[in-house]
């Protein structure tokens, strides 16, 4: 058994040491082996499923912050087909410029790209046929007549989505105008799942369904959160097409949740108009708190119960990244050596309440942290840095930590890009700076 934090000792976090004493041991290789070879997941950079590597004629490349809906398709469906592959990880320009070596192969930057027996491809559909005809379609194909209607139908609900989200602010005629043409053509995805007899959009899960993964989960996350609007909720046969697709590791690894959605869309779609009624208000302030509950019928990004090792996993992931973590956040590079001492004690606090068996127990971060602390909670991205179980759990712990000493929040999130997620701290050679 690994041990745990104990409540009689809490007066003060534990150390760094202690910490990563409440995980099992684990080599390098083994954990990479997990990656290569386990469930679907952000960090792997080969993917073989027990295959050896010289059958690996794939190559792809997509971006860092794992967020991406068109790299999230063509991922989805070579894990769900387990054909071993590479993968090359590219910044987006929304969070810092694009690698020489990607736009020297790629002029045009775009992502995804797919290397396959060693001919470049991009667009997602493209590259979803080319891997059709090298080794057959997943479920019914891209061109089967069942699945071309789908195709069809998707594209409709995408506009009407656009059109509420980007074109539409208040609560005024042309927003409730916007709101029921999306709602019909929500309707309609129903009416197609309704005929089937099972939760998918097919006899089977398969290429429709992949289809339509990416921008279904952003508008779940983006209509919360700016237009106060549960898509889970108002649309129970959408509803049980997620819920089967969480039953599928596949999709686990590669799905983000509302918090990472909602802050990384209005770059991404030139800008998110919020509808500003007091449920939209409500809502958006519970995931910008990082508290809301999962059984919030409006904010509803799984029905997946949360996994045992779940903090485990987040505080795992922190220690892998603590120095760089440290190093980026403008409330100890601003203030000098001993507010950089007060953040990393803060840090310290934050992650051992998340392991702590109850809040009874709580340490008390520094006075001065709660801005740090939540510059960190507003920039975990689900599933690029952890699961979206794990993601929800460190949300928790550093907003709790941070309220014990004040409501000070870190700078706003950026709405023109989100250079704040540049992946490059993190990716570069690392020098330690002392005192970090």
Not at 55 to 68: F, G, K, M, N, S
Not at 204 to 225: H, K, W
Request: glycine fraction near 6%; hydrophobic fraction near 40%.
């Amino acid at each position: 058994m690994l041990p745990s934090p104990d409540a009689e000792l809490m007066a003060a976090p534990l150390s760094w040491p202690e910490l990563e004493q409440l995980l099992p041991p684990q080599t390098e290789a083994e954990l990479q082996r997990q990656r290569c070879d386990g469930p679907t997941n952000a960090q792997a950079q080969l993917r073989l499923f027990g295959r050896p590597e010289s059958e690996v004629r794939v190559t792809l490349y997509r971006d860092h912050h794992a967020w991406c809906p068109y790299c999230q398709k063509v991922w989805l469906w070579l894990e769900e087909q387990r054909i071993p592959y590479r993968i090359r990880k590219v910044t987006m320009f929304c969070y810092g410029e694009k690698e020489p070596w990607f736009t020297q192969r790629v002029p045009s930057g775009m992502l995804p790209a797919l290397e396959l027996d060693g001919r470049l491809i991009t667009e997602s559909d493209v590259i979803l046929e080319a891997l059709e005809r090298s080794f057959g379609p997943l479920g019914q194909g891209l061109s089967d007549p069942d699945v071309l209607p789908l195709r069809q139908l998707e594209r409709r609900l995408f506009r009407a989505w656009c059109q509420w989200l980007c074109y539409c602010e208040g609560e005024g005629a042309h927003t409730a105008s916007a709101e029921q043409h999306f709602a019909r053509m929500a309707g309609l995805v129903e009416q197609a799942l309704e005929v089937m007899p099972g939760p998918f959009f097919l006899e089977r899960f398969g290429t429709a369904d992949v289809i339509f993964v990416p921008y279904l989960e952003r508008m779940n996350a983006s209509l919360a959160y700016y237009k106060g609007y549960g898509l889970r909720r108002h649309h129970p046969a959408i509803d049980r097409w997620f819920t089967a697709l969480e039953q599928r590791l596949t999709y686990l690894g590669t799905q983000s949740d509302i918090h990472t959605h909602a802050h990384d869309l209005p770059p991404q779609m030139g800008c998110c108009l919020s509808s500003g009624g007091p449920e939209q208000r409500r809502l958006a302030a519970l995931v910008d708190g990082g508290l809301w509950p999962s059984d919030e019928p409006d904010l509803i990004e799984t029905r997946q119960p949360e996994p045992a090792d779940a903090a485990r996993e987040a505080l795992a992931r922190m220690l892998r990244h603590r120095q760089r973590l440290l190093a980026i956040n403008p409330e100890g590079e601003r203030q000098g050596a001993a507010a950089a001492e007060r953040l990393d004690q803060a840090l310290r606090c934050a992650l051992t309440n998340l392991m702590a068996p109850s809040a009874a127990a709580a340490v008390v971060p520094p006075a001065g942290s709660a801005a740090g602390l939540r510059y960190w909670r507003d920039r975990i991205s689900a599933p690029r840095d952890m699961s979206l179980h794990a993601a929800r759990r460190l949300r928790a712990a550093l907003e709790r930590t941070a309220a014990l000493v004040g409501p000070e929040q870190g700078p706003p999130l950026p709405l023109r890009d989100r250079r704040d997620q540049n992946p490059a701290p993190f990716v570069a050679p690392f020098v330690e700076v002392s005192g970090r």
